[in-house]
C-alpha cells in the first residue's frame, strides 16, 4: 500500500500545483487544459489501434508509428497534388471539405491495407515470438523512414483543413481551434465508443478476445482465425492512420513523428494496461495533460525547468510500472 499512497499524495500535490499556477492566469490555463486534452485525443486514437495490434493482440507492431507519418504523408501528397491545396495558403487553393475528406479517406484504406500486407506476409508466421516480431517491425520502420525522408523531404509541412469551416470556437471564454477541439476530440470520442461495443459486444470481438486467449479451442470451432486476426490488424492500421492524418491537420507532419508517436502509443499501454481502451482513454488523457502542463507551469520561482518537462513523463512511467506494473486496467498475458 505504501507506493500507492505515495503515488496518490504526489498526485495531491502536482494537482494543487497546478491549481495555484492557474490561479495566476485563468486564460492561459484554459488554453493549456484544452491544449492537454485534445492532445490526449490524438493520442487515444494513436494508442487505440496500437492497444487492438499489440494489447490486445499480442502481436508487437514497432512499425505503429510509421503507419501514422505515411498516411500523413499520403494525405498530404493527395491533397497538393489533386487540389492543389499547398501548406502555403498563398501559394495554393483553399481547402474544401471534399479535398480533405477524399485524402483521408484514401489514406487510412491505404494504411489499413499496407497493414494487413505486413501481418500477412511478416508477422502472420511467427505469431507469439515477441522478440523476432519487434526486430522485424523495427527493421520496417527504419525502411519506411528513411524512404519517406528521401521521397518526401525533411521539412514539415501541414495538411489544410476546409477554409468553410470556423477557425476557432469560444469556450471557458477563450477562442480555441475548431479543428482540434471539434474535428479531433469528437473523433477520439466516436472511436472509443465503436470499438469498445465492437469488442464487448460483437462476436467479431468475442472471437478475437478468445483467440488471443485459446487459438486451438477456436479453431476447432470453425473459425478462421487468421482472416478475423486479418480484419483486426486492418482495423488498427487503419487507426494508426487516421490519426496520421488527423495529427498532420492538428500538428505537422515532418520527420520524427513516427517514432515520437509509436513512444507514446507504448506509454498510454503502460498506463492503461495491454489490451484495456478504457485504460489507453485514461493513459492518453494523463499523458497529453502532463505534456501540455509540463511545457508551460514546470517552475519555480524565477527557475524555468520547462526545458526538463519530457522528464514527467517518464517519471509517470516509472511510478506507474512500480505500484501497477500491468497498468491500471491490465491483465496477465
Given amino acids: 500500500m505504501a507506493p500507492r499512497i505515495l503515488l496518490a499524495l504526489l498526485g495531491v500535490v502536482v494537482v ?17 487544459t484544452l491544449n492537454g486534452i485534445t492532445l490526449a485525443a490524438l493520442f487515444f486514437v494513436v494508442a487505440a489501434g496500437f492497444t487492438l495490434i499489440f494489447g490486445l493482440m499480442r502481436v508487437v507492431n514497432m512499425a505503429h508509428g510509421s503507419l501514422y507519418l505515411l498516411a500523413g504523408y499520403i494525405a498530404f501528397t493527395l491533397q497538393a497534388s489533386w487540389y492543389g491545396v499547398s501548406s502555403n495558403l498563398l501559394s495554393g487553393n483553399p481547402a ?3 479535398s480533405w475528406v477524399v485524402p483521408l479517406v484514401m489514406a487510412t484504406v491505404v494504411i489499413g ?25 523495427i527493421a520496417i520502420s527504419v525502411i519506411l523512414a528513411d524512404q519517406m525522408v528521401a521521397h518526401f523531404g525533411g521539412i514539415a ?22 479543428f482540434r477541439l471539434a474535428v479531433v476530440t469528437g473523433a477520439a470520442i466516436a472511436i472509443g465508443g465503436v470499438l469498445f461495443l465492437v469488442i464487448k459486444r460483437t462476436r467479431f470481438g ?19 482465425i487468421q482472416v478475423v486476426f486479418a480484419g483486426a490488424f ?21 520527420p520524427g513523428n513516427d517514432s515520437a508517436f509509436l513512444l507514446d502509443s507504448l506509454i498510454v499501454v503502460i498506463i492503461g494496461g495491454m489490451g484495456s481502451l478504457g485504460g489507453a482513454a485514461i493513459g492518453s488523457l494523463a499523458l497529453g495533460l502532463v505534456s501540455s502542463y509540463a511545457n508551460v507551469y514546470l517552475s519555480f520561482g524565477t527557475t524555468d525547468l520547462t526545458n526538463y518537462s519530457i522528464l514527467l513523463t517518464f517519471i509517470l512511467v516509472v511510478a506507474m510500472l512500480a505500484v501497477r506494473p500491468l497498468g491500471l486496467f491490465g491483465r496477465p498475458a
Fill in 96 to 98: 474544401t471539405v471534399i
Fill in 206 to 224: 468475442m472471437i478475437i478476445r478468445a483467440g488471443v486467449d485459446d487459438r486451438s479451442m477456436v479453431s476447432a470451432l470453425g473459425v478462421n
Fill in 16 to 32: 494543487a500545483w497546478i491549481a495555484y499556477k492557474g490561479g495566476q492566469n485563468g486564460r492561459l490555463f484554459w488554453v493549456v
Fill in 113 to 137: 491495407l499496407a497493414g494487413v500486407l505486413m501481418q500477412q506476409v511478416f508477422l502472420r508466421w511467427n505469431q507469439g515470438q515477441d522478440l523476432r516480431q519487434a526486430l522485424i517491425t
Fill in 234 to 254: 486492418f482495423i488498427g492500421a487503419l487507426l494508426a492512420g487516421l490519426a496520421g492524418v488527423l495529427g498532420g491537420t492538428m500538428l505537422a507532419v515532418q
Fill in 157 to 178: 509541412e501541414a495538411i489544410q483543413p476546409p477554409a468553410a469551416w470556423p477557425e476557432s470556437v469560444t469556450i471557458f471564454g477563450v477562442h480555441y481551434g475548431f
